[in-house]
């Protein structure tokens, strides 16, 4: 009689491969398969069901191979901030005096490169610290947006427990005594509360002007009840009732942008765009070619020029001066562009797309100078900064990691971990000024993760020594 020897199966009722031979493979991947280094041994994958937490599945392999990753990159951010900040400034000077082709303007632009390795987290703090009510216990930031004088937050967050998002003003006050950093938060203006749903908000009115304008467009997820997409003008020092309400239809809205000079706003729907003047309420609809809006931004200075990315993966170009409501120009992209920036030479724009590439257009060549693949993966919508001086672009992706690239050549210059494991809640919106409180003292990142802020700062300048 024949002898069948029976198979050893795993936990799960899965067939289990054997593990790696040496340590050199046990990194290596099995289609379907997970190894564990610590069991030393491979684990079927099954997909993301609403069992018991004991069956691993896509997500959880995820989440873990998503936090050794961060405390891996937690570990080499310590080790780079422990350099003598001293040092390397002053290494840079030096090599700023031996080579004489070297100008002022590219001295502060490697200076600044170089004193993103020093960043460095020094301070923390609740938004509230006590909350006194139901409507201050915050959960996520969906927006985060300081004003031009880098004095004043604006805010937009979720709260914990209830279907309602939180529009808050907070001026920021930071101080510095022998090393010990010190922060607060004063509430600036009134608050609003919405239970419809914010997609997209930006500020208003002109910049020299001592108010404080914000443009939103809201809209209800909820179709039984009907509502209509809507967006707000609101001048948040004043009565939160005395605003403009602009009703837009029935269509979605996704993105919005605030023109200056001419006193209207754009709007991204899922079929078209559309400009609307502030003060007639008249709206005229572009040609998107039937497909979604997703970000919008108008050309600096002279305020003409509105571009608007697309789910066909294109960044068009419509010239409010032209009767027609075509676009002069589209850009096209490999993937669709989630986030766009106009540097300050306006023939200048900067796009990212939702694969994690990066773009810098020349617009007078309708060609990018540069392309760089992040190698960040799929991810959703995600917003594209450059500081003031524009040396370098930073952004936030799903993997709650902000890098910083430079403007020039797209390099690379650094990564800051999150402070808390990634998922969806835990996502941080981050803001950089070189002049916060208009003190160049204070200068670096503000994250905006929870309910929390954080403060990173940059170490003494070469004038400070």
Same mark, same amino acid.
């Given at each position: 009689?024949?002898?069948?020897?029976?198979?050893?199966?795993?936990?799960?009722?899965?067939?289990?491969?054997?593990?790696?031979?040496?340590? %050199? @493979?046990? /990194? #290596?991947? +099995?289609?379907?398969?997970?190894?564990?280094?610590? *069991?030393?041994?491979?684990? !079927?994958?099954?997909?993301? %069901? @609403?069992? /018991? #937490?004991? +069956?691993?599945?896509?997500?959880?392999?995820?989440? *873990?191979?998503?936090?050794? !990753?961060?405390?891996?990159?937690?570990?080499?951010?310590?080790?780079?901030?422990?350099?003598?900040?001293?040092?390397?400034?002053?290494?840079?000077?030096?090599?700023?005096?031996?080579?004489?082709?070297?100008?002022?303007?590219?001295?502060?632009?490697?200076?600044?490169?170089?004193?993103?390795?020093?960043?460095?987290?020094?301070?923390?703090?609740?938004?509230?610290?006590?909350?006194?009510?139901?409507?201050?216990?915050?959960?996520?930031?969906?927006?985060?947006?300081?004003?031009?004088?880098?004095?004043?937050?604006?805010?937009?967050?979720?709260?914990?427990?209830?279907?309602?998002?939180?529009?808050?003003?907070?001026?920021?006050?930071?101080?510095?005594?022998?090393?010990?950093?010190?922060?607060?938060?004063?509430?600036?203006?009134?608050?609003?509360?919405?239970?419809?749903?914010?997609?997209?908000?930006?500020?208003?009115?002109?910049?020299?002007?001592?108010?404080?304008?914000?443009?939103?467009?809201?809209?209800?997820?909820?179709?039984?009840?009907?509502?209509?997409?809507?967006?707000?003008?609101?001048?948040?020092?004043?009565?939160?009732?005395?605003?403009?309400?602009?009703?837009?239809?029935?269509?979605?809205?996704?993105?919005?942008?605030?023109?200056?000079?001419?006193?209207?706003?754009?709007?991204?729907?899922?079929?078209?765009?559309?400009?609307?003047?502030?003060?007639?309420?008249?709206?005229?609809?572009?040609?998107?070619?039937?497909?979604?809006?997703?970000?919008?931004?108008?050309?600096?200075?002279?305020?003409?020029?509105?571009?608007?990315?697309?789910?066909?993966?294109?960044?068009?170009?419509?010239?409010?001066?032209?009767?027609?409501?075509?676009?002069?120009?589209?850009?096209?992209?490999?993937?669709?562009?989630?986030?766009?920036?106009?540097?300050?030479?306006?023939?200048?724009?900067?796009?990212?797309?939702?694969?994690?590439?990066?773009?810098?257009?020349?617009?007078?060549?309708?060609?990018?100078?540069?392309?760089?693949?992040?190698?960040?993966?799929?991810?959703?919508?995600?917003?594209?900064?450059?500081?003031?001086?524009?040396?370098?672009?930073?952004?936030?992706?799903?993997?709650?990691?902000?890098?910083?690239?430079?403007?020039?050549?797209?390099?690379?210059?650094?990564?800051?971990?999150?402070?808390?494991?990634?998922?969806?809640?835990?996502?941080?919106?981050?803001?950089?000024?070189?002049?916060?409180?208009?003190?160049?003292?204070?200068?670096?990142?503000?994250?905006?993760?929870?309910?929390?802020?954080?403060?990173?700062?940059?170490?003494?300048?070469?004038?400070?020594?």
């Amino acid at each position: 009689m024949k002898r069948f020897r029976a198979r050893k199966r795993h936990l799960n009722g899965t067939d289990s491969p054997p593990a790696p031979a040496n340590e %050199e @493979n046990e /990194t #290596s991947d +099995i289609p379907g398969y997970y190894y564990d280094a610590e *069991k030393k041994r491979y684990f !079927k994958i099954l997909k993301n %069901e @609403n069992n /018991t #937490s004991s +069956i691993l599945t896509r997500s959880l392999v995820d989440s *873990k191979r998503n936090e050794e !990753k961060r405390r891996a990159a937690i570990r080499e951010f310590d080790k780079a901030t422990r350099h003598s900040d001293k040092n390397v400034l002053h290494s840079l000077r030096n090599r700023h005096l031996a080579n004489c082709e070297w100008n002022s303007r590219v001295f502060q632009e490697k200076m600044e490169e170089k004193s993103l390795i020093q960043i460095r987290s020094v301070l923390k703090s609740r938004v509230f610290e006590v909350a006194e009510n139901t409507y201050q216990l915050l959960h996520c930031p969906s927006f985060f947006i300081p004003t031009n004088k880098a004095t004043t937050i604006v805010g937009v967050w979720h709260l914990k427990s209830l279907l309602i998002q939180r529009i808050q003003c907070f001026d920021l006050k930071l101080n510095r005594n022998n090393g010990i950093w010190n922060f607060d938060l004063l509430r600036h203006g009134e608050s609003l509360l919405h239970t419809a749903r914010i997609s997209d908000l930006c500020l208003a009115g002109n910049p020299e002007e001592n108010c404080l304008k914000v443009l939103y467009v809201v809209y209800c997820p909820m179709l039984s009840l009907q509502r209509p997409t809507t967006a707000y003008l609101q001048d948040l020092n004043s009565d939160p009732n005395g605003g403009c309400e602009y009703v837009l239809g029935r269509q979605l809205a996704r993105s919005c942008a605030w023109n200056t000079l001419q006193h209207m706003f754009s709007v991204g729907f899922e079929r078209s765009a559309a400009v609307v003047d502030a003060e007639t309420r008249k709206m005229w609809e572009l040609n998107t070619h039937n497909s979604e809006v997703i970000c919008q931004c108008f050309q600096p200075h002279s305020m003409h020029i509105l571009m608007s990315s697309t789910l066909r993966k294109t960044v068009m170009m419509h010239d409010l001066r032209s009767s027609s409501t075509i676009a002069a120009t589209e850009l096209r992209h490999d993937h669709t562009a989630s986030g766009m920036r106009f540097l300050k030479d306006t023939c200048v724009l900067c796009t990212c797309d939702l694969v994690g590439n990066i773009y810098r257009w020349d617009l007078r060549m309708q060609k990018p100078v540069w392309q760089v693949p992040t190698g960040r993966g799929k991810s959703k919508k995600c917003s594209l900064f450059a500081n003031e001086t524009e040396n370098f672009l930073y952004c936030v992706d799903d993997d709650c990691f902000t890098r910083f690239w430079s403007v020039q050549n797209g390099e690379l210059l650094f990564t800051i971990p999150p402070p808390y494991p990634v998922t969806p809640e835990t996502v941080p919106l981050c803001v950089y000024s070189e002049r916060w409180q208009r003190d160049p003292l204070y200068r670096g990142l503000l994250m905006a993760v929870k309910d929390e802020l954080h403060f990173y700062s940059h170490p003494p300048t070469v004038d400070d020594y």
